[in-house]
């Protein structure tokens, strides 16, 4: 079982940037696939962007591709959104997510609890 804390959420103005950061308790967090995913208010959970487990592969939503960025760093078991050029409607609980192999755009097993993300116009 792996547990998955966020942090960095917090209020920006549109064109902003923020940096999220998913801090993962397992012992070898390069056994496992991360992803972003959010979800705004009213609704559903929505898949943001991937990374395989070496950090070689990653995907991204067409909505954030070009403006947010995944990466990865093993050696402190932390995954990384890079969020530039935010818009209000980015607007949303952010959470992280990880799988022993592949995130689906439905997630895996294993979630954090969230952070917030708030973009003011």
């Known amino acids: 079982q792996v547990q998955l804390v966020e942090s960095g959420g917090g209020l920006v103005q549109a064109g902003g940037s923020l940096r999220l950061s998913c801090a993962a308790s397992?012992?070898?967090?390069?056994?496992?696939?991360m992803g972003w995913f959010r979800q705004a208010p009213g609704k559903g959970r929505e898949f943001v962007a991937r990374?395989?487990?070496?950090?070689?592969?990653?995907g991204y939503a067409d909505s954030v591709e070009g403006r947010f960025t995944i990466s990865r760093d093993n050696a402190k078991n932390t995954v990384y959104l890079q969020m530039n050029s935010l818009k209000p409607e980015d607007t949303a609980v952010y959470y992280c997510t990880a799988d022993l192999y592949y995130i689906s755009d439905q997630g895996g097993p294993h979630w954090g609890q969230g952070t917030q993300v708030t973009v003011s116009s």
């Open positions: 990374i395989s487990r070496s950090g070689a592969m990653t």
């Open positions: 397992a012992r070898t967090t390069s056994n496992y696939a």
